[in-house]
T-cell receptor, first 113, second 115 residues
Framework: DADVTQTPRNRITKTGKRIMLECSQT?????MYWYRQDPGLGLRLIYY???????NKGEISDGYSVSRQAQAKFSLSLESAIPNQTALYFC????????????FGPGTRLTVL | AQKVTQAQTEISVVEKEDVTLDCVYETRDTTYYLFWYKQPPSGELVFLIR??????QNEISGRYSWNFQKSTSSFNFTITASQVVDSAVYFCALSGYNQGGKLIFGQGTELSVKP
């Protein structure tokens, strides 16, 4: 079984809809991250969390919110989806600190029409 | 500010050619870490290597090798005798010691290896 899972893997939604992307990990890591990938821009950090009570904004947090329900679960929400949020979203985990390899989930391809 | 630049957007080679992917970074941290990830057409991100700023030794792993030069702030990746299965997007990334483990990614280089 994969160590980092993301659901759904693909999602098509309409402008204005609320959508939640979920991430679960079995690696026992404290640190979790959400990134967004756009063509030609690489990956950019949306939010990250060091534990269930420690959540931080990343480079591009506007229009997104997160919830760390447990050490193993970190969800990303789009409160009112817009077309420019169409992207590939990745969840990642790392044991940290201070810096360690990040292990990525398989990604969620989101399309907002 | 931290920044990673992969100036090569796309590279196309013929199988068995050697190819080098360039990565230049900027950081004010004295301690930092550099990474390379591979993203094959299937879309997942595969970790290839992690290097810390105090270890400038070059590394070789099979057909892959990495050249880290602090003097030029570069961390280049060479594939020797490329194969079709090497076709992917390759990302270089940087994390500063006190940056909470956040990765700063370059734009990626799309490598196409033709038979």
């Amino acid at each position: 079984d994969a160590d980092v899972t993301q659901t759904p893997r693909n999602r098509i939604t309409k402008t204005g809809k609320r959508i939640m992307l979920e991430c679960s990990q079995t690696k026992g890591h404290d640190r979790m991250y959400w990134y967004r990938q756009d063509p030609g821009l690489g990956l950019r950090l949306i939010y990250y969390s060091f534990d269930v009570k420690d959540i931080n904004k990343g480079e591009i947090s506007d229009g997104y919110s997160v919830s760390r329900q447990a050490q193993a679960k970190f969800s990303l929400s789009l409160e009112s989806a817009i077309p420019n949020q169409t992207a590939l979203y990745f969840c990642a985990t790392t044991p940290g600190p201070p810096v360690d390899t990040q292990y990525f989930g398989p990604g969620t391809r989101l399309t907002v029409l | 500010a931290q920044k990673v630049t992969q100036a090569q957007t796309e590279i196309s080679v013929v199988e068995k050619e050697d190819v080098t992917l360039d990565c230049v970074y900027e950081t004010r941290d004295t301690t930092y870490y550099l990474f390379w990830y591979k993203q094959p057409p299937s879309g997942e991100l595969v970790f290839l290597i992690r290097r810390n700023s105090f270890d400038e030794q070059n590394e070789i792993s099979g057909r892959y090798s990495w050249n880290f030069q602090k003097s030029t702030s570069s961390f280049n990746f060479t594939i020797t005798a490329s194969q079709v299965v090497d076709s992917a997007v390759y990302f270089c990334a940087l994390s500063g010691y006190n940056q909470g483990g956040k990765l700063i990614f370059g734009q990626g280089t799309e490598l196409s290896v033709k038979p």
